[in-house]
DNA sequence: CCCAATTTGTTCGTATGTATA
DNA sequence: TTATACATACGAACAAATTGG
């Protein structure tokens, strides 16, 4: 692939022209980051650098860069955030409860910047740790991005969940925000995580983001936190 | 200040070689970066430029490198997570409830790599939004790092309780691990935020680090989340 | 097993523009 | 206006790791 980078578009630095580029190159398809656009090695190392920092793509020396894949490490590091209460991490078992075809409410739709109504797919996934069941997924995925997702594709999945995304629908999941309130389990949170209706529960409500802050994953999470934390570590190096 | 840069110091490469003397010329006291080492200007920025991204230094175009200054916007945007349910930030007001002297409990000892039973001092605060009362915090200090903190200087302090730290006594917290969870509001929780007993909480356990990951200071939160999220953004840019 | 090619990692340097005091 | 310091862009050279022959 290549793409040739005007010096100059709108006021913005070289490098930050050179990485947008490398974005869109990114977003339109895997593409190994050998060729040299019309600009510096240093400028375009200083386009990557700040790619890698955004763990967006990854260097290994002496092979090359490469756009960084949702491996169960990544999953474990970037995204998942519960931890036992004694510090140990561990990656969860999951276990899909269900897959039906539904629409978007109210809530849902404005995280994804959609129209309530639309067409979604919900995914019910249980998550366990040392064989308990810890928390409960609740998945909501515009079907307009995941056209082909089914439950056998779901279930039959090789990684964690983004892998997928990544590898079947070329969705790279790059950053989220996840929003924490504390709430009394409801009976089916009660059910599905073994703990007394109007237990006080952990609920994390996640946006999963794309290049370009593109919404394309809605997530509620419930997690029993009797013997597990969220776990933030705030300006780790 | 002048320090000097030997080429290899334990296989480290330079640059971070560079940036373990900049933290120690900056934890011994502040100082303008003006001084180039013994090394080239570009490994110097790579230095300076890790340092940046951690959010220790800040650069200012035209005027210099300066050690980021806890003042109320680092604090907001770094180490305040709590934000209206809507999604608007607002500045706590702070009340001082209590100031006292007392001994590490267990579990504090332990989040500040410390002995069950040293001296500390313990702060309880409580935050207001909006007017109305949101999060109480209760913070214990090793009292060896704080020598000479009293209940007045803490009272009229002009800024942030961090600012204070690092003003007074050379304590700049860069890092913190926050590890949350949902419990039932106690009577005293109940009593300061105003919500009934046994109503689900969120509680987040901070520990907050200075240079070299040193702990300086644990807080207990707990906070009401009827109309308040405790957001977090996870690998923004 | 060794060698060569490739790619990133690190270090060094120069030049020009821009914001600030 | 001048001096200072950061921001950006360019380029060269060698080291270290990986891969393929």
Known sequence: MFLTISPDAGGAPLYRVAKRALLQAIEAGQCPLASAFGIS???LRHAVDELVAEHILVRRQGRGTFVATHNADRFLFQFFHVERSDGRREPPVVE??????TR???EAAAALRLRSGEAAIEINNRLSLQGRPIVHDRLLLPSALFKGLT????RERPSTIYHLYQTEFAITVVRAEERLRACAADRAAARILGVAP???VLQVRRTALTFNDKPVEFRVSTLNSAQHDYVNLVSRP
């Open 41 to 43: 090695i240093g400028t």
């Open 96 to 101: 899909v409860l269900g897959f039906e075809r």
């Open 104 to 106: 978007l409410d109210e």
């Open 151 to 154: 439950e056998k594709r779901l």
């Open 198 to 200: 109007g237990a006080p």
